[in-house]
Structure formats: structure tokens, C-alpha cells
């Protein structure tokens, strides 16, 4: 096997340097409706101070609504995108 030089190395430095920074992080935990389309609306973590995710929930599945969580650890936080 040989070792990487130039842009892979670096590369593969940063992936190890992220890897670690992942093994210290908390995973978030997210709640999002199912919309009838298919798309999922995640709810905002700070929406607890005017409406408890518990009372929320409740609302959001009393007429056939659906509510899924999921965990994750980001990766790279949001980054604007703008058109080429």
C-alpha cells in the first residue's frame, strides 16, 4: 500500500481531525410531521419555549398526523448555497 501524498493526505488529515471532533459531540434529536406529499417539517429545537413538544405532539397526531424522531451528529453545519 502507499501513502498518500498531497490533496488526499490532506484530505484524509481532515476526515481523522473531524472524526474526533464527532466522538466529543452530543447527537441532537429531532422531531419532524410527515406532510401528505412525502416531505418531512422538522420542528424547531427552540419551539419548546412557546408550544412543549409533548403538547405538540399530541396536536400534531390527533387527526391522523404523523410525528417521527430521529438522532443525529452533524457533520457540517448549514452552509448557504447560491445558484452558479
Not at 501524498?5 to 429531532?30: H, I, W
Not at 408550544?51 to 443525529?72: A, C, K, N
Amino acid at each position: 500500500m502507499t501513502t498518500p501524498t498531497g490533496a488526499r493526505a490532506q484530505l484524509l488529515q481532515r476526515m481523522d481531525t473531524r472524526a474526533a471532533q464527532l466522538a466529543d459531540q452530543e447527537p441532537a434529536v429531532e422531531h419532524a410531521q410527515l406532510y401528505s406529499g412525502g416531505s418531512m417539517l422538522v420542528r424547531p429545537a427552540t419551539y419548546d419555549l412557546v408550544y412543549p413538544l409533548d403538547e405538540w405532539i399530541e396536536h400534531s397526531t390527533r387527526h391522523g398526523g404523523r410525528v417521527f424522531r430521529r438522532t443525529i451528529l452533524v457533520i457540517e453545519d448549514w452552509h448557504e448555497v447560491t445558484p452558479r
